[in-house]
Each structure stands twice: as C-alpha cells, then as structure tokens.
C-alpha cells in the first residue's frame, strides 16, 4: 500500500498520524512493500538532467558571432599567407576560449556537489529487524535509527529524539545546531523552524534519534534545490548582451560592405576571383580582432582587483555588473564561510592566552600574551582537559589522511585546542569515564541549568 501524500505538512502531524499516513511502524516495513514502494517512488537519489560534458562546454566557448568573424579571418589570412596574423588571432580566440571554459566548468560543480551529500548506508528497521542497507533503497515509510554522526539520508519525521541535534547549515545557512524535538508545528513554518523533521544531507551532531521517511530523492528538501538549479537558466550581464549585440552589428555590416564591393568589383570589371579578394581583405580589415582580448585583459583586471580586497569572482562577464553594487546580501554559512570555528584566545579569569593555528588543523601553539612563551600544564591544563571532557565531539585522522571530525562545531573548536595544548581527548576520556549525562535543559520552574555531571 502507498502513503498518502501531504507534501510539506509531516512535520505538523503527530508521528502517530504520520505513522498512520505512510502504513508503516516502529517495526519497519517488509522486503515485499519495499520493492512495491521502490518500483512507484524510484530510488532515492538525486538525478542531474545530462548537460554538456567538458568538451562541449569548451566548444561553447566559439558559439559567439564575433567569434565566427574572428575564425573566418583567420581562415582567410591563411589562404592569404598570412600565417602570423593569423596565429595572432587565433591565439586571441584559443586563449579567450580557455578562460571561459574554465569559469563555466567550476560554475557546473555547484550542482554536483550536491550529488555528494546523500550517505552510502542507513540504518533501519526492516522485517522487524536493524538493517545497514544502501541509501538509494531508502523508501518513504522506512523506520530509520539515527546517531550523532550519522549524515541522514532523506527526509525523516522524528518519532523519538533523545538530545538531539543537527548541523543544517546547507539548508538554513545557520551556523549552529538546530536542536530537534517530535512535538509538532505550525503547518506553514518554514524549514529552519521544523524541529520535528530532519533532512537529507544534514547530519546529526549530538544524540540519537528515530524516524519515518516521509520523502525521498528529488522530493526531499535539497532534491528540490537540486532541481531549482538545474532548472535555472543563464543570465547574462550587460557586458554579454553589449558584446553580443556589437558582433551581430559587425557581423551585418561586414556582409554588407563586402557584397558591395563585391558587386562594384564586378561593374568596374575586375575578375571574379579580383572581386572576391578586394571583399575578403576589406572585411578582414575591419574585424576587430583586438576586441575580445580588450575585453579580457579588461575583466582580468578586474578581477584581480578584486582579488587584493579578498573577493573571489567566478564569471568574467560579472565583473562589469559588480561594478555598479551597492549592496550584497548573502547566506554566508557554506557559500563564503565553511562553518568551521577556531579557539583563538583564551581568558582563565586572570591570564589571555592565544591559541595558533586555524580552521582544521593540530598544529599550533598555546601563548600567554604577557610573554609570548607556551602556556604550561599549571596554567591551564585543567580548563583545557574540561574542555575535552565535557564534550561530545570527536576527531581521528582517516585513510584518505584527512581528519574526520564529527560533532558540534564549537565543541570541534575545543577538541582541536586540546590538541594543540597537548591533550588528546579520546586518551582522557578512557582515563576519565562518563558515568552520566544531564542535559543543558532550562527548568520550566525557575532559570537554573542542570551541569553535566561526570
């Protein structure tokens, strides 16, 4: 039996209406309904419409009509003997070409990107029984187990969640983690707001939780940006509209002027071949085969400009319309930022201590301010070893010899200042065992917090 479909609402629904919707429960689904609801909802993944490969978006770069004047000029400089004019201008068009292609290809990686958020495996229930199986077999019914770490792999409404919080800063743009609950909200509350839903492509950052799949594949959150921007077509700035409308202009213009000399050749009686020449060489004349090298050379300044004022510029054509910005508003979280923190400076109630070192790394040092020297284990080796402990975050250095970090980014931040002072918290943590966790939970009775306990 298939659920019925309520695209968008789940996550106001109690999740024994949801349960009750999708004909599912706690005990997963069967082998047979799985395949059923395989062959009518189709794999969970995200399909990127087939676009030009690397090769055709390169010879893109020539579809311009000042470009076919450029080629032809060439052409005929050759057949003229004139092979150094017409390696100059085909230098022009080649180099312009490479430039292009290479914008345009980075452009096209936004959308496969994408394609990488989704994990390999999921853990659900099936048959009664926990199941690791392939992300791409995941149905909207599916009773899914979740635990910190875990990249989740379409989007789930929460039938229990102990804790839990997740990283969805792909979607909202929001650096910290949201925190989740199963209680229902209001019907039309935005995605950043529905804390009884988690999404595919976001990944939990501390607690566990359980599930229903309630949409897959391009039905779910980001399959649908997914789609948006596969679906968005290519605005051009001004500079490409200008730049098109004066080749088009050029282009008449020269077939104008060279069928009347053409014509005029003939009645002054010239030869055919005579008349062709004068035409050809007149038109060659007045191609201006500077002009798309004028443009580059001019953008490239731009850019690097730019550049020296730390803003990175994907399109030469934008740089024209960034000229007359005012204003930019941006989602900075994944687009200018990588949400990554870093512990910079250390205060222990008496002492500033900077810590060396950013982003994703182990190396650096811990420095007292007054005098510049490594904070020693009396200064603050206590706070440091709290600031393992008290933590859920973890961290170890993967086959690909990068480092797997899983977690609460501020809590990252912390682990990786461990290490730098010389604490490695998966070693203090089997010398000092969690006996027992409390929640940071304000009291509906009063404003105390409850600590975590060890």
Known sequence: MNPTPHPNTWHSMSFDTVIEQLHTSPKGLSS??????????????????????????????????????????????????????????????????????????????????????????????????????????????????????????????????????????????????????????????????????????????????????????????????????????????????SIEKIGKTITLAILIVGVLVFIIGLFRHYTLVESMLSAITLAVAAIPEGLPAVITISAAIGIIRLAKRKAVMRHLSSVETLGSTTVICSDKTGTLTRNEMTVQVIWDGENRYTVTGLGTEVQGKTLLESTATEAKEEDIGELMRAGALCNDATLHFAEDDTWKMVGDPTELALVFASRKFGINESTIRGEWPRMDVKPLIRSQNDDHLTPITW
């Open 32 to 241: 047979t309904e799985v395949a059923q609801r395989i062959k009518n909802y189709g794999l969970n993944k995200i399909t990127q419409r087939k676009g030009p490969g690397a090769l055709g978006i390169f010879f893109s770069q020539f579809m311009d009509p000042l470009i076919y004047i450029l080629l032809a000029s060439s052409v005929v400089a050759v057949l003229m003997g004139k092979t150094t004019d017409a390696a100059v201008i085909f230098g022009v068009i080649f180099i312009n070409a490479i430039i292009g292609f290479v914008q345009e290809f980075q452009a096209n990686n936004a959308i496969r990107n994408l394609l990488q958020l989704v994990p390999e495996y999921t853990t659900v229930v099936r048959d009664g029984a926990q199941k690791n199986i392939e992300s791409e077999d995941l149905v909207p019914g599916d009773y899914v187990l979740l635990q910190a770490g875990d990249r989740i792999s379409a989007d789930i409404r929460l039938t229990l969640a102990k804790n839990l919080s997740c990283n969805e800063s792909i979607l909202t743009g929001e650096s910290l983690p949201s925190e989740k609950s199963t209680e229902t909200v209001e019907v039309n509350a935005v995605v950043a707001d529905r804390k009884s839903m988690v999404f595919s492509g976001t990944f939990v950052t501390a607690g566990s939780a359980e599930g229903v799949i309630v949409a897959t594949g391009k039905k779910t959150e980001i399959g649908q940006i997914s789609e948006l921007m596969q679906s968005t077509g290519e605005v051009k700035s001004p500079l490409t509209k």
